[in-house]
């Protein structure tokens, strides 16, 4: 297959990224059965396209995505006509980028849809013709969109709930209440999938004690959060939980800064690794957004990866709120291709999440502050639902 992407336009002003849109592509071409083919790709603008649009269409101004097939391919397919050049797609990221501010979707979101498009056009379709044919085109790329997202994950987005916080009040007043094993026990009947803790070398907040109980009275699944000191992964491989995911720890931080870098602390994460897999442990790795931490994490042997989206949820202006959501996409889709299992989380919130629940690649979301925070007005078992009807099946977003 040889697919040609152009660039007659200046892209630095929009969050395309290539790389994630030859692989979408690819992998569209081998659901078609024509990846033996060649496609030509050019990314134009408002001004070229309607130039072209002008000529040979006979209508003003722009147009999204324009197609030019080299042969007709209706009603018989590439393989019986033997043509190899299937043609053109042109697309005006101007109008393409609009679209997807207007439907608040990202870029490469709105493009896969016009490739989609196109492509279906170079192979014959065609919605113009008739309602019918319409409706066949409509059917058609909605399924080659199912088909890219069940490339991804199977079920819908898992919402895994951080407990910490309920500890955290606990311990200002140093007695035993709120309980956080009572609240994992309200969030899992909320419709959590998962309780997350994060048992510190300084216990600010998750004692042992929490730990152990929760092991006990944790139906779905208990995800602890460590750093790789000999002292808590001892007791990891004593507890064992569901699984464990390796985070970076400062005694100074308020919370979990940055992500792992698994790349300066590869050997001891590997070591941690080898140790929690021979005792069944799955590891999940929290890193930034970032594809040589993805690289290693996957050099390593971690069965996931928790993607950070703190820069994403704290970013102050739209553009960069937009720049960092496009570094989360790619990442877990270059996660997802190698093979690993992709979550996502920290600072998530009622506003941010949506967003990040709507890429197919990943499959679970941690998120602890907004959710206990929101309890303290709403109650807990409400602050859950309000926060499970947000994460809504893929197709529905971005
Ligand atoms: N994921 C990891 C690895 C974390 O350390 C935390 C914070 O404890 C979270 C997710 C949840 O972050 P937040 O409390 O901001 O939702």
Known sequence: MALNLLFQTDTSPYLIDTDLIRSRVTRLMDNLFIEN???????????????????????????????????DYRGSTPEITNQ?????????????????KIDNKSLNYRLTELLIHGLLHLLGYDHEQSEDEAQQMGDKEKELFNKLNHSGREKMVQLAINVD?????????GITEPDPVLAAGICELAGAAGIVVHLREDRRHIQDRDVRLLRQTVKTKLNLEMATSKEIIDIALEVKPDMVTLVPEKRKELT??????????????????KKMNKAGIPVSLFIDPDAKQIKTAKDVGATFVELHTGRYCDAESEEDRDREFTMIEESAEIAFNTGLRVNAGHGLDYLTTSRIAALETIEELSIGHAIITRSVFVGLDQAVREMMALIKPPLQGH
């Open 37 to 71: 083919h060649h496609v030509s790709i050019v990314f134009m603008d408002d001004r070229d396209i309607a130039s072209y649009n002008n000529r040979y269409r006979k209508r003003k101004g722009p147009t999204n995505v324009l197609s030019f097939p080299t042969g």
């Open 84 to 100: 190899k050049e299937l043609g053109d797609i042109l697309i005006s990221i101007e109008t393409a980028d609009r679209e997807a």
């Open 165 to 173: 916080h309920v500890a955290t009040i606990r311990e200002a007043r």
């Open 256 to 273: 979990t800064e940055g992500g792992l870098n698994v790349t300066t602390n590869k050997k001891k994460v590997l070591q941690t690794i």
